[in-house]
């Protein structure tokens, strides 16, 4: 069982930066791929960005790719995602996630456990 926990959502300008972090639980947190995912209003989740278990893999998608950066620490148990040149489009709810392989880590429903989100609001 992992227990996640994300932190560090806010308000922010377009333009503007935040690091999310995300605490995650339990002894074997460098077996895990973790995912970072977003949902706005009125839209389904979406894949923001994955890294695998190493640290040294990483995948985004296109509408974050060269403004998002995923690290892990896990020595810490804590991944977190960088995120610069912020937009109103990336408006959402944002989520951790936990998944038992980095394999296709672009799709939701291969993650195990998830976080409860934290809001990241990006005004114009």
């Known amino acids: 069982q992992v227990q996640l926990v994300e932190s560090g959502g806010g308000l922010v300008q377009a333009g503007g930066s935040l690091r999310l972090s995300c605490a995650a639980s339990?002894?074997?947190?460098?077996?895990?791929?973790m995912g970072w995912f977003r949902q706005a209003p009125g839209k389904e989740r979406e894949f923001v960005g994955a890294?695998?278990?190493?640290?040294?893999?990483?995948d985004y998608a296109d509408s974050v790719k060269g403004r998002f950066t995923i690290s892990r620490d896990n020595a810490k148990n804590t991944v977190y995602l960088q995120m610069s040149s912020l937009k109103p489009e990336d408006t959402a709810v944002y989520y951790c996630?936990?998944?038992?392989?980095?394999?296709?880590?672009?799709?939701?429903?291969?993650?195990?456990?998830w976080g409860q989100g934290t809001q990241v609001t990006v005004s114009s």
């Open positions: 339990g002894r074997t947190f460098s077996s895990y791929a």
């Open positions: 890294i695998n278990g190493r640290g040294d893999m990483t």
């Open positions: 996630a936990a998944a038992a392989t980095y394999f296709r880590a672009v799709v939701a429903r291969n993650y195990n456990y």
